[in-house]
């Protein structure tokens, strides 16, 4: 568990864009069983490598006329038992983290693991979901 003053503002990030902090597994599951439309999940972290170029793209994204109708996201190291059930939802995906998963009601349609966002930056993050919102959303 990382101390709750390092990982605030990586939390803030999102949370301050209209992203809901979900922090149990009951959460998690309302939240996507009860989604209507498209919903973007973000597992969020600590990852300098890679969540430092991921939560950028993610907002820049969101600069769209098409974007998801709804947004949350987990803290993986913080928020353990939102993040194992988030998790649940996106299989056959290994656990990733950071990872971004979009989801049409209530169905996974797009998911970026962290191998495909470490190395990139922001804006090739940030056009990979604007594609997915395109199809999707």
């Avoid at 950028?56 to 913080?78: D, I, W, Y």
């Avoid at 495909?116 to 594609?131: F, K, R, V």
């Amino acid at each position: 568990m990382y101390p709750p003053e390092l990982v605030k503002p990586m939390k803030d990030d999102l949370t301050n864009v209209g992203f809901t902090q979900l922090t149990t597994a009951e959460e998690v599951d309302q939240t996507i069983q009860n989604s209507q439309g498209t919903l973007l999940v973000v597992v969020n972290s600590v990852c300098g490598c890679a969540a430092g170029n991921m939560r950028p793209g993610v907002k820049l994204s969101l600069q769209n006329a098409v974007h998801p109708t709804g947004m949350a996201t987990v803290f993986a190291g913080v928020d353990a038992e939102a993040t194992n059930q988030a998790r649940k939802y996106f299989l056959p995906y290994p656990p990733s983290s950071p990872s971004i998963a979009l989801f049409k009601d209530g169905k996974l349609v797009h998911f970026l693991e962290r191998h495909h966002i470490e190395g990139g930056s922001a804006q090739m993050i940030a056009e990979n979901l604007t594609e997915a919102y395109a199809e999707f959303c």
